[in-house]
C-alpha cells in the first residue's frame, strides 16, 4: 500500500501534521509519498491506494494553490479513497468547530473534490513567525481574545493520538 500526502502550510506547523502522519503510515508498513504542493511540485499518482490531503486555514480559507492543485487532480482522486485535514485553530475549540467545518465545506464546494473522510485539526499558534498583523489578526480575529502566552514562540493545540487514531481508521477501512 501507498499512500500519498498532498500538503501546503504556510509557518510550517501542516508540514508537522503531514509528516506525523506519513510516520504513522510507515509504523504500519506502508510505502509513503510526501509532496508539498506548495512548491509547485508535480503529482503521481501511480500505484497509489490512499490520498491524504492536508492544508492549513488563514483568514477563512485553505490555500488558494492548494486548492486549485486539488481541483485539477479531481478525477485521480475520486477514484481513490481520500482523508482531507482541515488544519485551524477555530477546530482547537468546541465553539470553532462549526466555523471550522464551514471552511472545510467551501473548500469542497470550491474544488469538487469530495473526500472519503475528514477530520478537523486543531493547529498551532506560532508567534515567533508572526509579523505585527498576522499577530494582530491571530490574536483578536482567529483567537477572538483567549489568552494565550506571547512569550513563548509556539503553542500547539493539536491532539496527535487523536490524529493517529483518524490515519489509522482511514487506513482500515478505505482500501
Ligand atoms: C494571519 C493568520 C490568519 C489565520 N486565519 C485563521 C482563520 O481564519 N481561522 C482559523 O481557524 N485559523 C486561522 N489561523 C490559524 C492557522 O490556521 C493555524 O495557525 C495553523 O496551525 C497554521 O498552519 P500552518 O503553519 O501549516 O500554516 C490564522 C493564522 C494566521 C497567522
Given at each position: 500500500m501507498t499512500v500519498l500526502i498532498l500538503f501546503e502550510s504556510v509557518e510550517g506547523h501542516t508540514a508537522k501534521v503531514a509528516e506525523y502522519v506519513s510516520n504513522t503510515v510507515q509504523a504500519l508498513g506502508h510505502a509513503t509519498h510526501v509532496v508539498d504542493l506548495g512548491g509547485n511540485a508535480s503529482v503521481d499518482f501511480d500505484d497509489v491506494s490512499h490520498v491524504v490531503l492536508a492544508a492549513s486555514v488563514h483568514q477563512r480559507r485553505h490555500p488558494r494553490q492548494f486548492e486549485a492543485a486539488i481541483a485539477a487532480h479531481g478525477q485521480a482522486l475520486e477514484r481513490l479513497p481520500t482523508l482531507t485535514l482541515s488544519v485551524s485553530?477555530?477546530?482547537?475549540f468546541p465553539e470553532g468547530r462549526e466555523e471550522a467545518q464551514d471552511y472545510l465545506d467551501e473548500m469542497k464546494m470550491r474544488t469538487g473534490v469530495h473526500p472519503t473522510r475528514e477530520a478537523l485539526v486543531a493547529g498551532a499558534v506560532q508567534t515567533a513567525k508572526y509579523d505585527y498583523f498576522a499577530m494582530q489578526v491571530v490574536r483578536y480575529?482567529?483567537?477572538?481574545g483567549r489568552e494565550f502566552d506571547?512569550?513563548?514562540p509556539s503553542h500547539v493545540f493539536t491532539d496527535w493520538e487523536a490524529l493517529r487514531a483518524t490515519v489509522t481508521g482511514f487506513l482500515a477501512t478505505a482500501a
Open positions: 485553530l477555530s477546530a482547537a480575529v482567529v483567537l477572538k506571547t512569550s513563548a
